[in-house]
């Protein structure tokens, strides 16, 4: 098995593009929407958000191209990582490392 995530959504808001050590980073969050029939007969739409993170050439198409309601696909791997803030409290972190990206839509 392999450490392999693929999803198909919309961009939340606009990509925050930064560098690190003259290396492009992208973070952005992705919604994807599932529908359903729930055991009363009613159709129901569930959103789901994910934390997406893009590094070099990739961070730099999404800086040129990729806006807030822009459909995507993406293709990449769920990493766990924690840090310290500012107030010293550990915080955790789960987010999609993008290996391969699609532009769709408008």
């Not at 392999?2 to 925050?16: A, C, F, T």
């Not at 789901?48 to 993170?53: P, Q």
Request: glycine share 8%; net charge positive; proline share 1%.
């Amino acid at each position: 098995m392999k450490n392999r995530v693929q999803l198909i959504g919309h961009v939340g808001q606009d990509p925050e593009v930064k560098s690190i050590n003259d290396k492009k980073v992208a973070n952005l969050t992705l919604a994807t929407n599932e529908h359903y029939t729930n055991a009363k007969g009613e159709k129901v739409e569930q959103t789901e958000w994910h934390k997406i993170t893009a590094w070099g050439k990739t961070a730099e198409l999404i800086e040129k191209y990729v806006v807030k309601g822009k459909e995507i696909a993406i293709e990449g791997k769920l990493s766990h990582r924690s840090y310290d803030d500012k107030d010293g409290n550990k915080r955790y972190v789960t987010e999609i490392l993008v290996n391969e990206l699609l532009l769709l839509g408008k």
